[in-house]
């Protein structure tokens, strides 16, 4: 749903007076290298050999493409386009017995079609598709996701009335596990969701900022994980979702939000009550430099503990804390320069079992059509 309301802003805000044409908002290519360390003795539900150890460290090379293009029917209907595909080799050392060259491959498409109803709304229905394979997948601490296949839907209709704008959306997903032969417990994990969010959003543009509140609601389904009942054999989560975000777009871009979560199921062992805190803020620097501050804080409660509570894709993510500083500078009209330093808590797939990542990455983007 955020990612939907995105997509309503970025195709609000181009000029109208490039109808019948596609125009690509962005085109960028990246490649760089990264050195990163990881810390934590975990197990993984994921890994039929136990190799993990307390400390692992890598190195990184990563190459990735994304594209972002809208075409304009006329002057209240366009279709966006967004494509992005990765790939990131490790060299990964550290381990008891051998050393692990994990190969991760990413790659996602989403298309949105929007349309202005009059004055008053606008309306915006989308879809996509996220996949990721993973080959020589390491233990633990050194976490990444195993691959799995995600596709995804919904609708998103906006009201405004003057400074203030409602917004309502329902969304389908499907979350498929690549499970191999070897590795049949991430089958357990394949999920199929549906929710609701109702926000409501005031913008004052004189004073450059507007404040966001929400809610939301989610039900899942488990058809591989049993529920140990068995009257209800098979899991179903209830979620719900609420928070706040505060954005100010002036001569620095920052944000401030809170979400809290909380999750029911008809099985006790993922159940949890979730708060996060998270920061933005992008500025400018002497010598044509910028910096981009990316921090968030979570905590995370399981009503029951049990090492059994399994996660699904990018849970772990939502409810990890991180902190991000980048630099960037521009080299050419088309070339920037970044160079990221990044810290990482998160879960693994095993639900209160936590890693901890160090890395620092310096990056390239080339943009050819600049």
């Not at 975990?42 to 990563?62: F, I, K, R």
């Not at 390491?138 to 839907?153: C, D, E, H, S």
């Not at 500025?283 to 990316?294: G, H, R």
Request: some cysteine.
């Amino acid at each position: 749903m955020r990612r939907s309301m995105c997509v309503l802003m970025l195709v609000l805000s181009v000029p109208m007076s490039v109808q019948g044409q596609i125009v690509v908002n962005d085109l960028v290519i990246t490649a760089g290298v990264a050195g990163e360390d990881y810390s934590g003795n975990l197990p993984s539900v994921a890994l039929a050999v136990v190799d993990s150890t307390q400390d692992a460290s890598a190195a990184v090379g990563e190459f990735s493409g994304r594209l972002d293009a809208t075409y304009f029917f006329d002057q209240t209907r366009r279709l966006s386009l967004t494509v992005d595909v990765g790939l990131r080799q490790f060299a990964a050392t550290g381990f008891k017995i051998r050393d692990y060259a994990p190969r991760e491959w990413a790659g996602s498409v989403e298309a949105a079609y929007s349309q202005t109803l009059s004055s008053w709304g606008s309306l915006v229905v989308y879809g996509g598709f996220k996949g990721r394979a993973v080959n020589d997948r390491p233990p633990m601490p050194l976490f990444l996701q195993p691959g799995y296949n995600q596709y995804n839907g919904g609708v998103t209709l906006g009201l405004g009335v003057g400074v203030v704008r409602f917004d309502v959306g329902v969304h389908g997903q499907i979350d498929s596990y690549a499970s191999l032969k070897l590795l049949p417990q991430l089958d357990l994990l394949d999920r199929e969701s549906a929710g609701i969010e109702v926000g409501v959003e005031v913008a004052q543009p004189s004073r450059n900022w507007r404040l966001r509140l929400f809610g939301a609601f989610e039900g899942s389904r488990y058809p591989r994980q049993p529920s140990f009942d068995a009257e209800d054999p098979f899991r179903r989560d209830n979620t719900i979702r609420t928070g706040a975000r505060w954005t100010y777009v002036g001569s620095v871009i920052a944000a401030i939000g809170v979400e809290g979560t909380l999750n029911r199921s008809n099985s006790a062992r993922p159940e949890y009550n979730a708060v996060s805190l998270r920061g933005e803020l992008t500025a400018p620097l002497p010598w044509d430099m910028s910096i981009t501050l990316i921090t968030a804080v979570t905590g995370k409660d399981y009503l029951l503990e049990t090492e059994f509570a399994r996660l699904v894709p990018g849970e772990e993510a939502d409810n990890a804390s991180v902190a991000y500083i980048t630099l960037a500078r521009p080299l050419a009209p088309n070339l920037d320069a970044r160079l990221r330093f990044g810290w990482t808590r998160a879960e693994t797939d095993i639900g209160d079992s936590y890693y901890e990542r160090y890395g620092v990455t310096f990056l390239f983007d080339f943009r050819p059509h600049l």
